[in-house]
């Protein structure tokens, strides 16, 4: 989806000392396609049609849903199972390269419409900071700033949801901006004014207001949480259910990410000025996320990355492989989890029909799953099986052992072909768990669609003409 080459971008990249901010490094032989052609082609015609399964028009109905916003949205998934537009669905989105600028831009404006310039109390031990993104916009254009309900007032939030928002959408709202300047070949979007709850602002100020909204540790900028009684911060919405304190791993990943993205944008607009700490922040939280969150063998030579450092302190398969993915950690640091991502595979403990639990199954120090969660053994975040984190998990996988990485990704290809619908669609359910037979939400479009774009975005697939 770039205006410019991707391997001079990347290039461009290492050569100013900044590391990936996709990938940790390009395979040798990524020419070399994982998938056939012909699955190539299914995935691609599946993304695409998933994707649009989800599309609301401004005052399009669907059901008992109308979308009443004056934007295009994209909703979590076809089947309506989350009526709302979801900053962090939304914006995984675009990985796929299906969503039209205008259409972004609209999306931009309806997370910027919904800002505060001041701290909001919601109520007594629940409080929305200046400038938090919310976790989702109900489709009558009112925000819902916590996960677990559409409230727009004081009911939302709060125990077991968290004092504060989710930390994660903060990065994705970057994110959605650094996409539209790469889309646009142009900075002027970027430095335009944008209306809020509060008023206009320039969209390059947002973005420097918003990335400091997310606590975080002033050592080693990794982003953090208090008590899970009383604070509960959500680090990643795809963990809402789950508690955690400490150093968060996720978020503290989406924060490098971010960190790079808006210290290239800024420059691309001239604010080259305001880039130094971001810059400052990227390094410190590569260096520290190794030595803070390590979790390796009994023997050394392979290691996961725990999620948290107090509650939640157990290993994160998702988020290992996003850090290696997103260039956060070292080489020798991604070659270590690269190893436990392919034995988590073969020996089916992270890994079933090519989806990707989010703990592992053989954790005996946590044999139900994360530590603190509502959820169930098993079921949705605490043990069910979910397509969302696949690209990262094939393309962490890939340089290390590339046969594991092409049986998994045929795995998945399985998965998608052998539960189809009578329309030709693929279920792509959010989560499934192959053991119960429970599954949840189909034509959910992160489960396709992120995986697509990674590997597209990764050279280990071609993207659909």
Same mark, same amino acid.
């Given at each position: 989806?770039?205006?410019?080459?991707?391997?001079?971008?990347?290039?461009?990249?290492?050569?100013?000392?900044?590391?990936?901010?996709?990938?940790?490094?390009?395979?040798?032989?990524?020419?070399?396609?994982?998938?056939?052609?012909t699955d190539q082609v299914f995935l691609g015609d599946q993304a695409r049609a998933i994707l649009d399964s989800a599309r609301l028009m401004p005052g399009q109905e669907k059901g008992k849903y109308r979308n009443l916003t004056p934007y295009e949205v994209h909703v979590p998934g076809g089947n309506m199972g989350y009526p709302a537009f979801w900053v962090r669905d939304a914006v995984m989105m675009l990985e796929s390269d299906f969503?039209?600028?205008?259409?972004?831009?609209?999306?931009?404006?309806?997370?910027?419409?919904?800002?505060?310039?001041?701290?909001?109390?919601?109520r007594l031990g629940v409080v929305v900071p200046a400038y938090a993104v919310p976790d989702h916009i109900n489709l009558d254009g009112k925000p819902t700033f916590y996960p677990g309900n559409y409230e727009t007032g004081s009911k939302q939030g709060g125990n077991p949801w968290g004092k504060y928002p989710p930390l994660d959408d903060h990065f994705y709202y970057i994110f959605a901006a650094y996409y539209q300047w790469k889309k646009s070949g142009n900075t002027a979007f970027f430095r335009s004014q944008?209306?809020?709850?509060?008023?206009?602002?320039?969209?390059?100020?947002l973005c420097q207001r918003v990335y400091h909204v997310a606590p975080?540790?002033? !050592? $080693?900028?990794?982003?953090? %949480?208090?008590?899970?009684?009383?604070?509960?911060?959500?680090?990643?919405?795809?963990?809402d259910s789950v508690s955690k304190s400490g150093k968060l791993l996720f978020a503290s990943v989406l924060k490098y990410i971010a960190a790079l993205r808006l210290a290239e944008l800024l420059s691309a607009a001239g604010l080259a000025e305001k880039t130094a700490a971001l810059r400052s922040d990227a390094r410190k939280i590569k260096a520290a996320i190794p030595a803070t969150f390590?979790?390796?063998?009994?023997?050394?030579?392979?290691?996961?990355?725990?999620?948290?450092?107090?509650v939640g302190h157990q290993p994160d398969v998702w988020g290992s492989a996003y850090a290696v993915y997103s260039g956060a950690v070292d080489p020798a640091? !991604? $070659?270590?989890?690269?190893? %436990?991502?392919?034995?988590?595979?073969?020996?089916?403990?992270?890994?079933?029909?090519?989806?990707?639990?989010?703990?592992?199954s053989n954790d005996t120090a946590n044999p139900n799953g994360w530590q603190k969660t509502v959820s169930a053994p098993g079921v949705y975040q605490n043990g069910g099986y979910w397509g969302t984190p696949v690209g990262w998990y094939l393309v962490a996988m890939y340089k290390h052992d590339r046969a594991a990485a092409a049986a998994m990704a045929r795995d998945y290809i399985g998965f998608l072909r052998n539960h189809h619908r009578a329309d030709g669609l693929a279920e792509s359910w959010e989560w499934f768990n192959p053991d119960t037979g429970r599954n949840a939400n189909p034509l959910y479009v992160a489960t396709i669609d992120l995986p697509y774009g990674c590997l597209c975005e990764s050279g280990l697939i071609d993207r659909k003409k």
């Open positions: 989806m770039t205006s410019i080459s991707r391997r001079k971008f990347l290039s461009a990249m290492a050569m100013a000392g900044l590391g990936r901010a996709v990938m940790t490094a390009w395979p040798a032989n990524a020419e070399e396609p994982l998938l056939s052609r969503i039209e600028l205008a259409e972004l831009e609209g999306w931009i404006r309806l997370m910027s419409s919904v800002l505060r310039d001041q701290d909001w109390n919601v944008i209306k809020t709850a509060f008023g206009e602002m320039q969209l390059a100020e975080s540790d002033p !050592a $080693t900028a990794l982003c953090i %949480a208090g008590d899970v009684d009383t604070e509960n911060a959500k680090d990643f919405g795809f963990c390590l979790h390796p063998s009994s023997d050394g030579k392979e290691a996961w990355l725990d999620s948290a450092t107090e640091t !991604a $070659t270590k989890i690269g190893r %436990a991502l392919v034995r988590g595979y073969r020996e089916k403990t992270a890994v079933r029909e090519g989806c990707v639990r989010s703990v592992l």
